[in-house]
């Protein structure tokens, strides 16, 4: 009897991939205090929607590798469920995070900035603040 070819599985459907490492996404956030959304989106300088957007498991908006580092700090991700999370999300796309799970560390700062009356002047200074900052890292070569 002749030996059948290994078969190699086929890849994970890439949405369902995402739909994996956001539903732990969720989860963790679910589990920390209120307000844990807020200050994700300020850390990441985007509007509540967007976050609603990167967390839920039914939005098919993959989260960009530059915000993890955000996430895991903001989040207090644990070793374990950051480890988890990781490998969930090198299956959904391969290359993004470096191999060895080892990211940029960041720190959370909050700023007191007025609010200028317009909800778009105030996401053009919230963008503006954003830009500085990396401009900034990027100079001393600790930017991501």
Known sequence: MARQPKQTPAPPDV???IQGYKDMLSTVIEQRPSGTRQRLADALGKHRSFVTQITS??????I?????????????FSPQERDAFLAAYRV????????????????????????LGDPKQNAALDRAINDFIQRI????G???
């Open 92 to 115: 959904a796309h391969p290359g993004k995070a470096t191999a060895n799970g080892e990211l940029r560390r960041t720190r959370h700062v909050s700023l007191v900035v007025p609010d």
């Open 57 to 62: 498991p039914t939005y098919s908006t993959p």
């Open 15 to 17: 949405e369902t991939a």
């Open 142 to 144: 600790k930017g991501g």
């Open 137 to 140: 890292t990027s100079i001393t």
């Open 64 to 76: 960009p590798a530059k915000h993890l580092p955000a996430i895991f700090s903001v989040c207090h």
